[in-house]
């Protein structure tokens, strides 16, 4: 049987920062990369212009987590701490000057999510998320490629787990950097694409990459506003989840303005009648004001638009995709 002690010790272990800003500083600094060659704290301290004796704290919680280890001449990364070296996902995710590691840091400011429903975002930096990237290059930059390695194992299912090719053409709204509309252009000829987005620069260079500018268009601009009428289908990958109810219904009423009687609405997310990973929807509440929702949830927020659910395939363990029609009547 554990003792208190033990639950005591356990629960603030769990609740304790002092180890995950560690490990966000260490990859901030690039220690695991640095330390491939081991070097001393106060070697490295010159090297990085930071204060030796707090270097020599933080190397030292590093060694007792397992990232770096005690050698002769200082200290050096460990097999373990290779996982922090160079540029992945989860490096992304922890360095405190990217879009994610940044997005972290608003969970100090849980309570106040809680108490209001309310992003804590807007409360820690003073303008909401996207405004953020829109007036840092390099949170842009560095959202786009989180959003490119968060995805890229998963595109060979969304292309094939459903049939692209029944449209000639494709919004695809908050489409971010193209890489999903460009998998399913590349596999599909026939079909055209448009994309809008806040931030039209990724998508650019990467349709041209991929020899797709002939068959795509980019907008820059919202999804608040009224999109492009008359195409096949309006596609909505990871955006919903983003948005508090009123405006990821407002999103769907510009998707439904825009595709009329015939075009489609096409909403690709989890859906959290498959389970619920906690962590993301209080990351999605802290940043956002969003959540994962439940199918009966997305349908409530599309049928005063109009929208009717027709089909919901399931693409991989973690995104669906819900096709919605206009209803009769
Ligand atoms: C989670 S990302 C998803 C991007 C893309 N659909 C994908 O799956 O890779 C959400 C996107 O919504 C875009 N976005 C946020 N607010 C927007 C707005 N008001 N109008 C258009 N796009 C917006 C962001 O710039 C970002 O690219």
């Known amino acids: 049987m554990r003792s208190t002690d033990d639950d005591t010790s356990s629960l603030l272990r769990l609740a304790g920062l002092a180890t995950p800003m560690a490990l966000r500083v260490a990859v901030t600094l690039g220690l695991p990369n640095r330390l491939r060659h081991a070097a001393s704290a106060d070697v490295l301290a010159e090297e990085l212009h930071v204060n030796a004796v707090a270097l020599g704290l933080l190397l030292e919680h590093l060694a007792t987590l397992g990232v770096v280890e005690r ?52 409360r820690r930096y003073g303008t909401d998320f996207w405004a953020d990237l829109a007036e840092h290059p390099h949170l842009r930059e560095s959202f786009d490629r989180q959003m490119s390695l968060r995805i890229r194992a998963q595109l060979p299912h969304l292309v094939a787990g459903f049939d692209w090719s029944r449209f000639a053409s494709l919004v695809d709204v908050g489409g971010g950097n193209g890489e999903v509309l460009a998998a399913i252009l590349a596999a599909h000829p026939r079909v055209s694409g448009h994309l809008i987005d806040l931030d039209s620069a990724a998508a650019r260079t990467t349709f041209r990459a991929h020899d797709l500018a002939e068959r795509t268009q980019v907008t820059a601009g919202s999804f608040f506003d009224p999109l492009p009428p008359g195409a096949d289908a309006y596609l909505l990958v990871d955006i919903l989840h983003n948005w508090a109810d009123e405006h990821a219904a407002r999103i769907l009423a510009r998707c439904a303005e825009a595709a009329g009687p015939t075009g489609r609405v096409l909403v690709v997310e989890h859906v959290a009648d498959r389970g619920t990973n906690t962590e993301i929807n209080l990351s999605m509440l802290t940043m956002f004001s969003g959540r994962d929702r439940r199918l009966a949830e997305l349908q409530a927020l599309a049928a005063p638009h109009g929208l009717a659910l027709d089909r919901a395939v399931d693409l991989t363990a973690e995104r669906s995709l819900l096709e919605f029609r206009r209803a009769a009547g």
């Open 71 to 122: 050698v002769d001449d200082g200290f050096r990364t460990t097999t373990y701490g290779t996982n922090l070296c160079d540029d992945t996902l989860i490096t992304t995710l922890l360095h405190l000057d990217t879009a994610g590691g940044r997005a972290e840091l608003a969970f100090v400011e849980l309570a106040h999510s809680i108490a209001t429903g309310e992003a804590a975002y807007p």
